[in-house]
Each structure stands twice: as C-alpha cells, then as structure tokens.
C-alpha cells in the first residue's frame, strides 16, 4: 500500500496549481487548498497577520502535502477505515470534505451495514465500513467509486456553474467524472457515449 504522504503527494498533483475561478464557491485555490480553507484553519503562509490571495499564491506543495495529512486524513480519522478504501476516500475528502464520508455512509447502509450519515468517521460507521468490506473485499472500492461519480454528477445536475466540472467543452468528461474514474476499474468507467447520455438534458 502506498503511503499516506505518497497519496497526499498524488492528489497535490491532481488539483494543480493556482486558480482563482468566480464559479468555485471556495475562491482562490492552489493545489487544492482554497482560501476559504487557510482562514478556516487560520493558516498565514506569508506571515503578515492576514490571510488573503497572496498566502494562496504563496503555498508551496510540501505546504498543500502537509495540509492534506494533517487536516483531510488524521483529523477525520480516515486512518481507521480499512486500507484499501482510504486512498479514494482521502481524495474525495480533500474537494468534499464530510460528504466523502457521506456517501461512503451512505453506501454502507444501502449495502445492509448502517450507519448514520453524519460525515464523521466514528465507532459505528468505522465498523459498518468494515463489515461492507469484509463482505465485498473485491467490490467496495469499486462501489465507492461509482458513488462519488453519481455525486458529482448530481451536484451539476442542480447547479449549471458547476457541470465545467463534470463535462469538457467538447462533451468529454470532466475533471470531477475523471478523478472519481481513477479509484474505479476500467470496466466499470463510463464509455465516451454513456457520459454523454447522462449529461444530455444539461444542454
């Protein structure tokens, strides 16, 4: 299993670097960590008492890696799900907070092992994660992922601003539908044209 630094590593590589999109409800935002994130922590990367787009601008990727471990991965307590669900849970974590844990919940219970939807990584959901993996060793990590995909594409069902996320402007997939496939095996990623039949009534 890879390391919890090495998946961290991996997803500062994802997000990429600065952007300052109007359309994304956390502002300004470099390797994943949006401004709305350093304030929230209280995280002056320029040391000048205030925390504003230059402290964005002045992240560095170990910043982001250390970030990421300290605040999406052992503070959530993700280190207790089981190994072979953490990576992807960590890499939705990072770009939806609780409801990462959400719809892993939420799966569990569809899955007969329930657990209140609370977003946090408690006792029982802890034991219901692991009661699902144990019953579908193989399949979790794949229903996981299919369940984060469904997330992502209901958000851009309700909200227009956000389907640039999930749909190219070429009609190929997203960011968002792409980087959720990456936790999936291949044959359960969408082809070219079923992702453009889920998308067809945004116009």
């Known amino acids: 299993m890879k390391s919890v630094k090495e998946i961290a590593e991996e997803i ?7 952007v300052n999109d109007p359309d994304d409800p956390g502002g300004a935002t470099k390797f994943g960590v949006t401004l709305q994130t350093l304030r ?3 995280i002056d990367v320029t040391q000048d008492s205030r925390i504003d787009v230059s402290d964005v ?13 300290e605040h999406y991965f052992h503070r959530p307590g993700l280190g207790n799900l089981p190994e072979s669900i953490q990576a992807s849970v960590f890499d939705m974590y990072v770009n939806a907070g609780l409801n990462a844990v959400k719809v892993l919940q939420r799966l569990c219970t569809s899955m007969g092992f329930p657990c ?11 034991r219901a994660v692991q009661n699902a993996c144990d019953a579908a060793p193989q399949h ?6 299919i369940a ?4 992502y594409y209901a958000i851009a069902d309700a909200r227009p601003q956000s389907r640039k ?3 190219r402007r070429d009609g190929g997939k997203g960011g968002w539908i792409i980087r959720a496939e990456e936790f999936i095996s291949p ?7 079923q992702h453009q039949l889920r998308v067809a009534t945004w116009g």
Request: hydrophobic letters at 35%; zero cysteines.
């Open 12 to 18: 500062v590589s994802r997000e990429g670097g600065f």
């Open 140 to 145: 979790l990590n794949d229903a996981y992922g």
């Open 148 to 151: 984060r995909r469904n997330y």
């Open 165 to 167: 996320y999930a749909r």
């Open 40 to 42: 929230r922590l209280g």
């Open 116 to 126: 209140d939807p609370d977003g946090m990584v408690g006792p029982e959901t802890i």
């Open 187 to 193: 044959k359960y990623h969408l082809s070219d044209l």
């Open 57 to 69: 601008r002045s992240l560095t990727r170990a910043d982001a890696v250390a970030i990421y471990i």
